[in-house]
């Protein structure tokens, strides 16, 4: 479960949090782009559930200099031994350059670095000298943790999912139909026996279709027009369906773009339906060869209006044990 949940305020978890495994969920993973940081949520539920495995798919791997993510990273491992796995990944130019003020320059190459980074650091060593997109002189972490986190790479096409399969515990993936897993792990075939695959999947659980497809276009429209999203639904087929949208958007007509993206493309990249539909349209991440699907749960006229109620018995439904 992708956490913290839309509507909740932060402290309000502690009770949720400590439900979820009793409701079958084995994770809660974090994301970061403008509202609460990857790490704090974690550490809060370290304590309030401290049965759940912490992830973060993920931290930007611009937006903090490499010795603080690797002083973070190592905080929360101490605190969860065994319990952490850090995704990081590039991120976007809207995230990183227009909201944090860092150049956008070299993603894959900066990636790559802090990926190498963090590998050394996390397990105790001295790290000085150069790398390609920066310098580090001298670094050592004070408090290395004893069980260093998975380090998971978040990838969208070959490049740098190769990447991940060659450097990293894991891949992070995001955006894409039961169908796309297959093209992914195409890229992954290199990867050692053990490789995560752990992967965001948006579920809006509503029997009403309108209102989770008017959801789901305002989503789709807002992703997929970023560049990297936008070359990776060309990568995966997806160009000339999704055309009319890029061309409505590019020319300003924000409602045009809505209008073009066709339902079949909503329902290929956001679960919807019953609690129960959602689930074993989950499930089938994980026979597609996902195996961490991460629930990002939208919220619903029915789970604002039923409030902490009805927000349970919608997990309880979601969950691996009914």
Request: include cysteine.
């Amino acid at each position: 479960m992708t956490i913290p949940l839309t509507g909740v305020p932060l402290p309000d978890h502690a009770a949720l949090l400590a439900t979820l495994p009793d409701l079958g969920f084995t994770d809660v993973w974090t994301s970061e782009v403008a509202g609460t940081d990857a790490f704090t949520p974690l550490a809060l539920a370290s304590a309030w559930s401290p049965r759940l495995r912490l992830g973060t798919a993920i931290v930007p791997v611009y937006t903090r200099g490499p010795g603080l993510l690797a002083m973070q990273a190592a905080t929360l491992a101490e605190t969860a031994p065994g319990r952490f796995a850090l995704g990081i990944g590039s991120s976007s130019p809207v995230v990183v350059g227009d909201w944090n003020a860092v150049p956008f320059e070299r993603p894959f190459e900066r990636s790559r670095d802090v990926l190498r980074f963090l590998r050394s650091a996390l397990a105790g060593e001295l790290v000085n000298g150069s790398f390609d997109t920066f310098t580090v002189q001298r670094f050592r972490l004070e408090r290395p943790p004893a069980v260093p986190p998975k380090l998971l790479l978040a990838g969208l096409r070959g490049r740098m999912l190769r990447l991940a399969a060659a450097e990293a515990d894991g891949a992070v993936l995001n955006w894409l139909s039961v169908e796309d897993v297959a093209t992914a792990r195409a890229e992954l075939a290199g990867a050692p026996e053990g490789f995560e695959i752990a992967a965001r999947i948006f579920v809006c659980p509503t029997e009403d279709a309108d209102e989770a497809r008017t959801t789901a276009r305002r989503m789709i429209a807002a992703y997929l027009t970023v560049p990297a999203y936008a070359a990776f639904h060309r990568w995966l087929g997806r160009g000339a369906v999704l055309k009319p949208m890029w061309d409505a958007w590019a020319a300003g007509d924000r409602k045009g773009a809505l209008a073009a993206i066709p339902d079949e493309v909503v329902d290929q990249l956001i679960v919807h339906g019953s609690a129960d539909v959602c689930r074993a349209h989950v499930e089938r991440y994980a026979a597609a060869g996902v195996t961490t699907p991460v629930i990002a749960l939208l919220p619903t006229r029915e789970l604002v209006a039923g409030g902490a109620p009805a927000l349970l018995e919608t997990l309880r439904r979601l969950g691996a044990r009914t």
